[in-house]
């Protein structure tokens, strides 16, 4: 399904975007991998051509997807080196999780500036190529905390509702133009980036995280590429998550109750954070 075509994936340092750029690349795909940290990017390229077979196709790209001009940059030199883009995989993003109350403007901004507007700025830098060839796919990696109610996650969460209503703004508005878009709501899985968070969860976090059963990052690649195969819009991994998600949408005020009800079973007495 995707042989031969340009598949390129924000985040692809370290990982979800890696784990899809294995499986992209064992589809046949051209990859260019997005991001910060040149020499991660050079660690995962070399570890995916490894297992690739003969001609295998993987550039890498430092590229901040905050710096529109830089994502501008980023989509006119791959389509100078592997061809015009077929694929843009938005799975760039930072999360920070702990007490509204003890959070900052710096960290809010920067959590939106990079889950919400990085995605925005990658998206445009690729959309004159799509628009050239009325064809295209977009995935937006989102979260299930992007669907639901979550502690601890004030940045974090809104950052990523945003990216759910700017997925489904964009796939009514795309359709008619041949770009498909999709949207991928995972829970909890093991990165590090969420392993990252352990230090310091509270364990409000942690009553709440255990409400949905965290996922290997195998699981959660597997899940998301068969969903993008399939051509699914929404792609939510796991048994569990897809459940909930369901109630929230059916009954949002029992999901509340639940929520409230387990949130309950952390406090003996008033918590002063």
């Not at 991001?35 to 590229?63: F, S």
């Not at 977009?138 to 979260?143: D, K, L, M, T």
């Not at 959660?220 to 796991?238: E, H, L, Y």
Request: charged residues 20%; proline residues 6%.
């Amino acid at each position: 399904m995707f042989q031969q075509q340009v598949v390129v994936i924000t985040g692809g340092s370290s990982g979800l975007g890696p784990a899809l750029a294995r499986r992209f690349l064992a589809a046949g795909a051209r990859l260019a991998l997005l991001a910060r940290d040149a020499q991660k990017l050079a660690r995962v390229r070399a570890e995916l051509l490894a297992g690739a077979p003969p001609g295998a196709r993987v550039e890498t790209l430092v590229c901040d997807v905050c710096d529109e001009a830089a994502c501008r940059l980023a989509m006119q030199a791959i389509a100078a080196s592997l061809g015009r883009p077929d694929v843009l995989v938005n799975s760039a993003g930072i999360v920070a999780e702990g007490y509204f109350q003890q959070s900052d403007m710096a960290t809010q901004r920067r959590i939106f500036e990079t889950n919400y507007f990085g995605a925005v700025n990658i998206t445009l830098a690729a959309m004159p190529f799509f628009s050239a060839r009325g064809s295209g796919r977009i995935v937006n990696i989102a979260s299930l905390a992007g669907r639901l109610p979550t502690f601890g996650l004030t940045a974090y969460g809104p950052s990523k509702f945003a990216l759910v209503g700017f997925s489904e703004a964009l796939r009514l508005e795309l359709k008619p133009r041949g770009v498909r878009v999709q949207l991928a709501c995972p829970g909890e899985f093991l990165t590090p980036m969420a392993l990252a968070l352990e230090a310091t969860r509270t364990p409000e976090n942690r009553q709440m995280n255990q409400a949905v059963p965290v996922l290997s990052l195998d699981a959660v690649a597997d899940g998301v590429f068969a969903g993008i195969a399939a051509n699914r819009f929404m792609i939510v991994p796991g048994r569990i998550a897809r459940a909930l998600d369901a109630l929230h949408r059916l009954a949002p005020g029992l999901l509340r109750w639940l929520l409230d009800l387990r949130l309950r079973q952390v406090y003996i007495g008033p918590r002063q954070p």
